[in-house]
Structure formats: C-alpha cells, structure tokens
C-alpha cells in the first residue's frame, strides 16, 4: 500500500550535556538525556501506530558511525535522515519542503512530548483531509505538532522559537498567508523542572488522554481559521 501521508518525528541525538538542558540541574546531564531518549521512544511508538503513513526519523546531531537514532531507526524500521542546516524553523521548513514533494499531506512531530498517542497524531492527518493546515498545541504557548498540504516557508520565518509566543505567531501567519487549520487538544512538552511534577506517567504507557493533556482527544474541527 503506498504512503498517502509523511510523518516525520524531529529528534536530536541524547548527547549527555546537549539535550534537555534545562532539566540537567534537577536530573543531572545523564539523567536528562536518558529521560529524552525515553520521551523519543515514545514519540516513535506512537508514530508507528498511525496507519498508511510512513514514518522518518530526522536526527541532528547524529555521529557519522551511527549513535541511538540510527539504533532506533533500525529497531523500528524507519528512514534515517539527517536534520539540515540553520536554525530550526529552516531545518522544518526544508524537512516539510521534502515530505510534500512526494506527499499529499505531512506531519511533523518533535520528540519531547510524553503525550503522543497514535488516535492524536492520526487525527492531525484526517485534519488534513479538510483544512490547509494542522497544529498541536503545547501547553507552553509552543506547538507539539504541525501539519501541511504543502509547503509554506514563511510560517518558520520570524518565529522566536523557544518561548511562549510560538504558537500565536504561527496563528499570525497562517492567517496572514489566508490559510484554514485546525488545532487539536493541548498537550505538555517537558523541558523544565516543574513539568516533570505535571507528568508522573513519563516511563509508563501512554495514556488517552494523559495527565498532560487535557480534554479527549476529539475529531479535529478548525478551532482556528482564517476569513471565508
């Protein structure tokens, strides 16, 4: 059966001292990467339970010899690719750029996000079918997740990736850019201390809906739109 969606989990290698930087004074540098290794594997999980897509891998950081995303990638039978250059609104725009080549729809994940649920990320692709665009809000004011019927660069251009007006300014551009999307159900991204206290199931199974997810997760509906 061929593909009729792309779904493409960001991810960087769990480098000790270079991933989840903020979490290292309460777990330490070990403990930080460990706790982002298990947030991919769930990502990754969840990723390939969505049926008639295929899934990619994008790493960055990942040694030329191979590293754990090459590990996983093999374990899960997935496309290794590796992430570009520039900052990470360029690198999205390039991965999304290339999905959409060869895809009708595609969806980008991070891997941060201990609240990915195969239903969640299968009602981002049904989104699709009816809306320009679709996002995944985090409780942060970030996204957790962003999809495309094809590509738009300039909704990763002027973004101040890292804070809480992530989200309000990709609002701002699609309707700028004339664009309908939906949004689904908020979900929490770790990368602080405290969101570890909001997430006490991070090395269980997945929930539907999580501890840090509130709401069920509903058919998507565009909460968001731009003017008829």
């Given at each position: 059966?061929?593909?009729?969606?792309?779904?493409?989990?960001?991810?960087?290698?769990?480098i000790?001292?270079l991933v989840k930087t903020r979490?290292i004074?309460?777990l330490?540098?070990?403990?930080a990467?460990r706790l982002?290794?298990?947030?991919?594997?769930r990502a990754l999980?969840?990723?390939?339970?969505?049926p008639?897509?295929?899934?990619?891998l994008w790493?960055?950081?990942?040694p030329?010899?191979?590293g754990?995303?090459?590990e996983?990638?093999?374990?899960?039978?997935?496309?290794l690719r590796?992430q570009g250059?520039?900052?990470?609104?360029?690198?999205?725009?390039q991965?999304l750029?290339?999905?959409?080549?060869?895809?009708?729809?595609a969806v980008l994940?991070?891997?941060?996000?201990p609240?990915?649920h195969?239903s969640?990320?299968?009602?981002a692709?049904?989104?699709?079918g009816?809306?320009?665009?679709v996002l995944?809000?985090?409780?942060?004011?970030g996204y957790?997740?962003?999809?495309l019927?094809?590509?738009a660069p300039?909704?990763f251009v002027?973004i101040p990736w890292?804070?809480?007006a992530?989200?309000?300014g990709?609002?701002t551009?699609?309707?700028?850019l004339?664009w309908?999307?939906?949004e689904?159900?908020?979900l929490?991204?770790?990368?602080?201390?405290?969101?570890?206290?909001?997430c006490?199931?991070l090395?269980g199974p997945?929930?539907?809906?999580?501890?840090?997810?509130?709401?069920?997760i509903?058919?998507?509906?565009?909460s968001?739109s731009?003017?008829?």
């Amino acid at each position: 059966m061929t593909p009729d969606g792309r779904l493409l989990v960001f991810a960087r290698e769990p480098i000790p001292g270079l991933v989840k930087t903020r979490l290292i004074p309460a777990l330490g540098a070990a403990g930080a990467a460990r706790l982002y290794r298990a947030l991919l594997e769930r990502a990754l999980n969840a990723a390939i339970g969505v049926p008639g897509v295929a899934v990619e891998l994008w790493c960055f950081g990942a040694p030329p010899g191979g590293g754990v995303c090459a590990e996983l990638a093999r374990r899960h039978g997935l496309e290794l690719r590796h992430q570009g250059a520039g900052d990470l609104g360029q690198r999205m725009a390039q991965a999304l750029g290339e999905a959409l080549a060869g895809s009708e729809r595609a969806v980008l994940i991070g891997s941060d996000c201990p609240g990915y649920h195969a239903s969640y990320l299968s009602a981002a692709f049904a989104a699709l079918g009816g809306q320009d665009a679709v996002l995944g809000p985090a409780a942060d004011g970030g996204y957790v997740l962003i999809g495309l019927r094809r590509p738009a660069p300039d909704l990763f251009v002027g973004i101040p990736w890292g804070t809480d007006a992530v989200l309000a300014g990709t609002r701002t551009v699609l309707a700028r850019l004339g664009w309908t999307w939906a949004e689904l159900p908020c979900l929490q991204d770790i990368d602080r201390p405290e969101d570890l206290a909001a997430c006490p199931d991070l090395f269980g199974p997945p929930q539907e809906p999580t501890p840090c997810s509130p709401g069920s997760i509903a058919s998507p509906s565009p909460s968001w739109s731009s003017p008829p």
